[in-house]
């Protein structure tokens, strides 16, 4: 029994800390992939079943803000590199829409393709998400709450806990957002 007691103590502790974690004023400029808070101010915070039941709706958009697989720097650099990323199934994928920059061309773009995504429709309801323990999609939800839509939703559980009991499909990066964003790069 006492060889248990530190065990149960370093689990109260670590959950305690987890659920801990404040919410910043602003958007999350650490590292994206560490304890997250358990509200999103202006958002609900949504479980899967919950999720489930918002993807049935059509007007519901769904947000994946997962970032891209990066090409191993011990890959040759003439080998072809052609990731797969999983998602959920009618999710759109908008990689790096969920980092903390204060980029302005950034903002920019994201208001352009969440606004063709809703028909500038501030009631429609938006998902976002990406991997647990990931601010990218607290950090994409806050900025949509920034931009004036009312009915945001942010899935904390991410694509894993999706995938734990549904089904998931190969996705592509939204062509408009990557244009959109290559170009902002570019005129930087």
Known sequence: MWNLLPLAILLLLTSASSSQVAEPD????GPMHSGTPNSLK??????????????????????????????????????????????????VWLPGAGNGSKDLALEKTLKAEIGALTDHDFDRPIVTFCHPQCWASWNAAKRLVSMGYRHVYWYPEGFEGWQSNHATRVVEEEPTWKAAIRGAAESE
């Open 26 to 29: 602003g958007l999350w400029q």
């Open 42 to 91: 202006g958002a609900s915070v949504i479980d899967t079943d919950t999720f489930a039941e918002l993807q049935r709706h059509p007007q519901t958009i769904v947000l994946d803000v997962a970032s891209a697989e990066k090409k191993p720097e011990s890959m040759p650099k003439d080998m072809p590199w052609m990731p797969i990323h999983r998602s959920i199934p009618g999710a």
